[in-house]
């Protein structure tokens, strides 16, 4: 099992938490009452300036419980993650012909993929 | 001054608490200021019970018992004109703030600290008021700001041997800063200057404090398996002492030395125990932190 990509950006973190307040349709206000943190502190939080402690990180994070698997999907979505980083890095220390190859096959492989999902049945075999 | 005033019995008594607290016998030193307290009030010199009291207070209030004690310090900062009384009051009532994370109240109370420290001219005092005030910044993200102030303090110890304990605390707290700011080298160097000393003065249980910040900079400085090294041995001392704060975070660093290292059935080992023993009801928080690195968010001195 591959061991969990890292996502590094507090910026990230702090723009979700924005969003997820906001979703939840609270004022900086309302949600720094409900974390006993000032509302100062939670805009410089947002803003990813002001770090906190463990507790209140995971006070935070239990405010949004019901939204946890979202906070992480779009997190992973949104970051250039080592892994990310490593395969530019791999790709542009290739020659230029056979970085073209790589963007072939990524092609073909991205055809190969919309083909499977339009007939499921056509490419049985193909990755044997 | 003590032997014109016939006051040594309280002074050698305050003198013996602030041994025992160095050597980490609360209840001991906790034991020898209610004595001091007495005495003083035996006395009936209304400064020296205040002093004593404000002695009292502050071991109260770093055994995390000192809220019933911020009225009477006010009311003691408030009716003093003397400097000395106003000083320990209003330092006692910066920490009690810092210890109920009133941070903002608690800067407050220790820029009167520092302020009254100057016009005493006390160095010591004005070294003690300058790392709260560092310590309450801190606190609140501002490590910049957090470090002059700690350089401030630093300054104004004396290189002399009696004082290696209090520098050595204040070197923890500035390495910390450093740290953070990612200008490792300053902090290691001060991180292991301050762990060396408490070791070589016996005072283990506030080596713990530069060993988590070491533990933390050895993740930043990308060195996870030296973090797991360093931090290990911390968490079984912060364990053997009750120090929960500092457990919570070396669970916390070690989980996410392991999961840099590669070993992540040691960092769910890690953060399962954090889950179980600090946060019961986030069942999430294992699969959370294996995958998010908080590092960046995470203020180990808040």
Redesign the interface.
């Known amino acids: 099992m591959s061991s969990p990509q890292k996502v590094r950006q507090i910026q990230l973190v702090g723009r979700k938490i924005r969003e997820l307040r906001k979703e939840h349709k609270l004022t900086q206000v309302e949600l720094s009452q409900r974390l006993g943190i000032q509302q100062s502190d939670l805009s410089r939080m947002e803003q990813g300036e002001y770090r906190v402690s463990l507790d209140t990180l995971f006070r935070i994070l239990a405010e949004f419980q019901l939204s946890i698997g979202e906070f992480f999907d779009e997190l992973a979505k949104e970051t250039i993650t080592p892994r990310d980083q490593r395969l530019v890095e791999q790709i542009k220390s290739l020659p230029t012909e056979a970085q073209r190859e790589v963007e072939d096959f990524i092609a073909f492989k991205q055809a190969q993929d919309r083909r499977r999902e339009e007939n499921p049945g056509d490419l049985e075999g193909d990755e044997a | 001054m003590s032997s014109e005033t016939g006051h040594i019995p309280l002074e050698d008594l305050m003198s013996r608490a602030h041994r025992a607290v160095i050597a980490g016998q609360l209840s001991e030193a906790e034991e020898v200021l209610e004595a001091a307290l007495q005495t003083a009030r035996e006395t009936g010199d209304r400064r020296e019970i205040d002093r004593a009291f404000c002695s009292r207070a502050s071991l109260a209030i770093e055994l995390g018992r000192g809220d019933g004690y911020i009225k009477e310090l006010r009311e003691i900062l408030l009716r003093n004109v003397d400097h000395e009384s106003c000083f320990l009051a209003a330092y006692g009532i910066a920490r009690a703030y810092d210890f109920n994370?009133s941070y903002?109240k608690g800067l407050f109370y220790a820029r009167i600290a520092r302020d009254r420290a100057e016009v005493l001219g006390r160095r010591e005092w004005l070294a003690s008021a300058y790392n709260q005030i560092g310590n309450l910044l801190v606190v609140?993200?501002f490590f910049e700001d957090a470090c002059q102030e700690y350089e401030q303090a630093l300054a104004l110890v004396p290189p002399d041997p009696g004082s290696a304990f209090r520098r050595a605390l204040y070197q923890d707290n500035l390495g910390y800063c450093h740290v953070?700011q990612g200008r490792l080298v300053e902090g290691f160097r001060i991180l292991f200057e301050s762990y060396r000393t408490l070791r070589r003065l016996g005072a283990n249980r506030y080596a713990i404090g530069p060993r988590v910040s070491l533990c933390f900079a050895y993740l930043e400085a990308g060195r996870p398996r030296r973090a797991l090294l360093c931090g290990g041995p911390a968490l079984n001392a912060a364990e053997a002492d009750g120090q929960a704060e500092s457990v919570?975070?070396l669970l916390?660093l070690l989980g996410e030395a392991a999961?840099?290292a590669?070993d992540?059935g040691l960092a769910r080992s890690y953060f399962g125990r954090?889950q179980r023993e600090?946060?019961p009801?986030?069942g999430?928080?294992p699969d959370?932190l294996?995958?998010?690195?908080?590092r960046?968010?995470?203020?180990l001195k808040?």
């Open positions: 994370k903002k609140e993200s953070v919570k975070n916390y999961n840099l590669g992540i954090l600090f946060y009801e986030a999430y928080l959370f294996l995958a998010i690195d908080v960046k968010l995470v203020n808040a």
